[in-house]
């Protein structure tokens, strides 16, 4: 019940699907011989998701908690109906393939990092 609750924080609500292809990391993908054209709202939501533990002050807090106030920091915090279409898309995976998909969003929007993608990759403890 607690993963729900986090899920439906973290998307808004939003479980909205993007007409365009997309890439392996879940990024819409540019059409043929088209340079990616990054709107600022969206790489702004990027820099929010990729710092968003620091952002919530998730730091402070563990376990659980710690995952619900990430949520709702998100819930409340991002702009764009991209970026939450990007987060349910990748919300399938897991591990390494999920932190290699956000560090690919974000170096696709011109982040040098993201660390939440570094956070994904690393084993929970029990």
Same mark, same amino acid.
């Given at each position: 019940?607690?993963?729900? +609750?986090? %899920? %439906?924080? *973290?998307?808004? !609500?939003?479980?909205?699907?993007?007409?365009?292809? &997309?890439?392996?990391?879940g990024s819409p993908a540019p059409g043929p011989g088209t340079p990616a054209v990054v709107d600022q709202a969206y790489k702004s939501d990027l820099e929010? *998701? !990729?710092? %968003? &533990?620091?952002? =919530?002050?998730?730091?402070? &807090? @563990?376990?659980?908690?710690?995952?619900?106030?990430?949520?709702? +920091?998100?819930? =409340?915090?991002?702009?764009? @109906?991209?970026?939450?279409?990007? /987060?349910?898309?990748?919300?399938? /995976?897991?591990? #390494?393939?999920?932190?290699?998909? *956000? #560090?690919? #969003?974000?170096?696709? &929007?011109?982040?040098?990092? !993201? #660390? /939440?993608?570094?956070? +994904?990759?690393?084993?929970?403890?029990?």
């Amino acid at each position: 019940m607690k993963r729900m +609750w986090l %899920v %439906v924080a *973290l998307l808004g !609500c939003s479980g909205e699907q993007a007409d365009r292809p &997309v890439d392996q990391a879940g990024s819409p993908a540019p059409g043929p011989g088209t340079p990616a054209v990054v709107d600022q709202a969206y790489k702004s939501d990027l820099e929010k *998701l !990729c710092d %968003v &533990v620091a952002r =919530s002050g998730g730091a402070e &807090v @563990q376990g659980h908690d710690r995952m619900y106030l990430v949520a709702t +920091w998100l819930g =409340s915090n991002l702009e764009t @109906q991209d970026a939450r279409k990007f /987060l349910a898309r990748i919300q399938p /995976l897991a591990g #390494e393939a999920k932190g290699l998909a *956000l #560090e690919a #969003e974000a170096k696709r &929007v011109g982040l040098a990092g !993201c #660390e /939440l993608a570094n956070e +994904w990759r690393t084993p929970r403890s029990p």
